[in-house]
């Protein structure tokens, strides 16, 4: 996503600002992925038109809860 110059996800933070974030949150995140109770955000659909009039889904995943 970096490389891409990705926009933000559909919790609104940007890369810098999620790398921010995980440094600080990454030992809570760890440990709920460890016990099972980690359940991410549901990805956000929406379409996007396609050159032949078609429509595509496209997910925007979100990597963490702020």
């Known amino acids: ?3 891409n110059k ?4 559909a919790d609104g933070l940007s890369i810098e600002a999620t790398a921010a ?3 600080t949150s990454w030992p809570d995140i760890r440990e709920r992925v460890l016990a ?3 359940r991410p955000m549901p990805v956000r659909r929406v379409t ?3 050159p ?3 429509e595509r889904e496209l997910g925007i995943p979100t990597v963490t809860v702020a």
């Open 36 to 38: 099972g109770t980690y």
């Open 48 to 50: 996007i038109p396609k």
């Open 21 to 23: 974030h995980l440094r």
């Open 52 to 54: 032949d009039g078609g």
């Open 6 to 9: 990705g926009a933000a996800g």
């Open 1 to 3: 996503m970096k490389a």
